[in-house]
C-alpha cells in the first residue's frame, strides 16, 4: 500500500475567507478560526441550494 502524500503549504481559498484554518480532532470533531455563522453567511451568498432551485421555477 502506497504512503500518504503529505501536503504542504496553504489551501487556494476566497478571498473572503482568507486565512481560514480547519482541523479534525481525534475525536471526529471539527475545530476552525471562523464562527459557524460567518462560514454559512459566506454559502448562503456564494452557493446555490439545488433542493431550493425548482422552488423559483414553479413562482
Do not use: C, W, Y
Not at 502506497?2 to 479534525?24: M, N, Y
Not at 464562527?35 to 425548482?54: A, G, M, P, Q, T
Amino acid at each position: 500500500m502506497p504512503k500518504k502524500l503529505q501536503k504542504t503549504g496553504k489551501a487556494k481559498v476566497h478571498d473572503s475567507l482568507e486565512g481560514f484554518d480547519i482541523k479534525i480532532n481525534p475525536f471526529g470533531e471539527m475545530n476552525t478560526n471562523f464562527s459557524i455563522d460567518r462560514l454559512n453567511d459566506f454559502l448562503n451568498e456564494n452557493v446555490e441550494d439545488k433542493k431550493l432551485i425548482h422552488l423559483s421555477e414553479e413562482e
